[in-house]
């Protein structure tokens, strides 16, 4: 069998791509019926420790060790703080704002990794991507509408999330290359126990014995996060980063097909617009990155 060529790397990473973001948007459908019925904290402190049981193994079967001071300081705690902060955020935007609009606004994330990679780590972004990435913020108003009757403040959580989420990604790039992807991944999962611990304090709200239903919902979501990873740094490893990464908005298309299929939602009008303005910009500036790596390359 002849080797693959780069082109038919690249579109077996695009479709491992979509199909990584096809996973995480059923993984959000279980995950917001899940918080919908018990309380988010303990979907949140379930889910983390059951991904944090698979990951070890996969950790240890790598011999990447886990129980590291080095998980206690620096980038690697500064990252599995932001990530349990995103995850708190994130689990209260699922339940209790759509999912239509949570999706939409998730989409700026990529934008926000841009301007904070200018800002803090010194990257050069020329005057066509920052144009891009205030017309990607202009979306984020248009979906949020905070100057007419239908504003919904539930959809602030999920751009809070959105800022978090940027430095998660910020500190993981200048993280040092010895520390392993399985690693990195477990000690994201174990943060998540004593985050959802802490909600479900904050929330004054107790432990529920889930139903086998609920436990159902919990497994589905476990597993349809893991093959999601899974997808996604496979697909990033396989192909080039500037071909494969524009295919992480087709989770909107896949997350919107959910909600109205199983959630009976309708997006407003003003959500589509904002949400194709968001991912307008996002496909411009990971355009123009590619146009300026070509002649470096």
Known sequence: MPPATPAADNTRAALTMVASMAFFAVEDLFLKRSAEALPPGQ??????????????????????????????????????LSEAVAAVLYILAL?????????????????????????????TVGWRRWASILVGFAGVLVILEPWGAGF????????????????????????????????????????????GVALMAGMGQGFVPPTPGQWAGLGGALVSGLFGYYAVVAAMRLGEVSVVAPFRYTRLVFAMAIAMVFLSERPAGTTLLGAGIVVGSGLYAFARARKRASPVA
């Open 43 to 80: 979907v949140l402190a379930l889910t983390g420790a059951a991904g944090a049981c698979v990951f070890w193994a996969l950790a240890a079967g790598q011999r990447q060790p886990i129980l590291s001071m080095e998980a206690l300081r620096g980038m690697p705690l500064a990252r599995t």
């Open 95 to 123: 339940a209790l704002a759509p999912l239509t609009m949570t999706s939409a606004l998730l989409q700026a994330s990529p934008l926000v990794v841009v301007a904070g990679a200018a800002l803090f780590l010194g990257e």
């Open 152 to 195: 919904d403040p539930t959809g602030l959580l999920t751009v809070a999330c959105v800022l978090v989420l940027a430095v998660r990604d910020l500190t993981t790039r200048v993280m040092p290359a010895r520390i392993g992807t399985f690693q990195v991944a477990t000690w994201a999962y174990l943060g998540l126990v004593p985050a």
